[in-house]
């Protein structure tokens, strides 16, 4: 726990929402790398199934040499340099993230070109170019889909009109069938493109709205566990980190401190209640200076709590000492006789003291301070 205003906590939540966010694409990005070698491998097996079958019927209209290396080895051969690029990419760490979830789309087009150039006497091979644009969506990101979606369309048309790779295909401009078939497709993938925006738009609006809530939600959190009058946490705040203390074991060291300001009902009963709360402030102000590895609470009343971590006795002692010369140069300018004092009680916890004793032993410490006054004293 620490001290930090509304648009620092803000801040801080968006921003780990962001890094899961980012954990979330990098475990896609990977499922997207695998389904581009996935293809490439099942698109190889099905050539080889093809071709063994051709090879061992009539239908092969050209020497065995010629369709392997047609069909088999030089569209394979050019599949298997983007896996590798790919693999590059995705491995490499001299590049980010964004650039890679770019890479990685673009190659997966790519590829789907290949098979589109290779085999486009199958209108129905197409579709695969609807793949490349789904596996997008995860990443709700307006440019990448759209980019996907535009360069996979080109590919297409691009594929139709100008490349005459397989010999049996038949020229849109020959066949009504055909020509027919290539617009239902290309309407089919722009629309397809389409819903994909529309998804991620209400999917980028969800995500929005899920933020806010969690910010309005840590937000009430905060408020139920802050001291209105003082700005620092409150006791319930300080039951739940002892509780979270306790229940997470570790090697780290836990000191508490009980503070309370020397005569406090005196100077209610001299000043008034609202110089009393004046006091409260200012001291809760000096707190707050002490933000590292320290965490104030006030407790009650003019009783403070402070939590240290990771600091061996002697050094809280010399944090507690700051604290009171502070407190005793405090000026209060409209009330030149006001001087304030502070006692401390201090007790660390171990493996045979749990955070109640914890607690009694700080309070008894702080019960032979108030005896002396402006002092320090140490559970023994």
Sequence with gaps: MSNINKEDSDDIYIRTVQKEYTKIDGKWLQLHYKT??????VAFLVEVSMGIFLINSDMLRTTVHRFFLKYLIFPSGINFIFIALNMFIIKSKIFSQTFKIYAISIIFVCINFVLFAVHNAFIAIYYIAAIAIMLTIIYANYYVTGMTALTSIV????????????????????????????????ISLITF?????IIIRFERKKNSASIQKEIE?????????????????????????????????SDTQHILAIVDIDRFKSINDTWGHHIGDRCLIEFAKILKEYHTNITPFRYGGDEFCLLFRGIRMADAEIICREIQDKVNNLAFKDYPKLELTVSFGLAAISDQIDTVRLFINADHALYEAKKVRNSICVFK
């Design 36 to 41: 581009a070698v996935v293809l490439v491998i």
């Design 193 to 197: 493109s389409i819903a994909c925006m």
């Design 155 to 186: 590919s297409m048309v691009i594929s139709e009109l100008f490349i005459q790779w397989d010999g049996d295909k038949i020229s849109i401009f020959q066949s009504t069938l055909r020509f027919s078939e290539f617009l239902i497709s290309l």
């Design 217 to 249: 939600r840590q937000q009430l959190q905060q408020i139920l566990h802050m001291d209105e009058m003082t700005g620092i946490y409150n006791r319930k705040a300080l039951h739940n980190e002892l509780k979270h203390v306790e229940d997470t074991p």
